[in-house]
């Protein structure tokens, strides 16, 4: 059993800058491909970043590339998304979640394992 806990999120201005983190309880953590996802108003939930357990892997949305970047640190269970450049349309509740491989993050989301909860970021304009 893993649980997921986001933060960082918050209001912030266009160009502006966030960090967000999401928290993972259990010894598994370091066995998942992780990614963020994210659900503005009225759209579906999309994938913006994954990165395989070993860090060696990771995948970006287009609509994000060069703009975020997605870590993680296996010895304290936590992965990281630093979003820079932000525009108002990146306004969204960013999620976490653990799954058995990117592929899986990029094109199943149904095969999700884990959800955190979410955190919401505003971009103003």
């Known amino acids: 059993q893993v649980q997921l806990v986001e933060s960082g999120g918050g209001l912030v201005q266009a160009g502006g800058s966030l960090r967000l983190s999401c928290a993972a309880s259990?010894?598994?953590?370091?066995?998942?491909?992780m990614g963020w996802f994210r659900q503005a108003p009225g759209k579906e939930r999309e994938v913006v970043a994954a990165i395989s357990w070993s860090s060696i892997a990771t995948y970006y949305a287009d609509s994000v590339k060069g703009r975020f970047t997605i870590s993680r640190d296996n010895a304290k269970n936590t992965m990281y998304l630093q979003v820079n450049s932000l525009k108002p349309e990146d306004t969204a509740v960013y999620y976490c979640?653990?799954?058995?491989?990117?592929?899986?993050?990029?094109?199943?989301?149904?095969?999700?394992?884990?959800w955190g909860k979410g955190t919401l970021v505003t971009v103003s304009s």
């Open positions: 979640a653990a799954a058995g491989s990117i592929a899986v993050l990029r094109s199943s989301p149904g095969g999700v394992n884990y």
């Open positions: 259990g010894r598994t953590f370091s066995t998942y491909a």
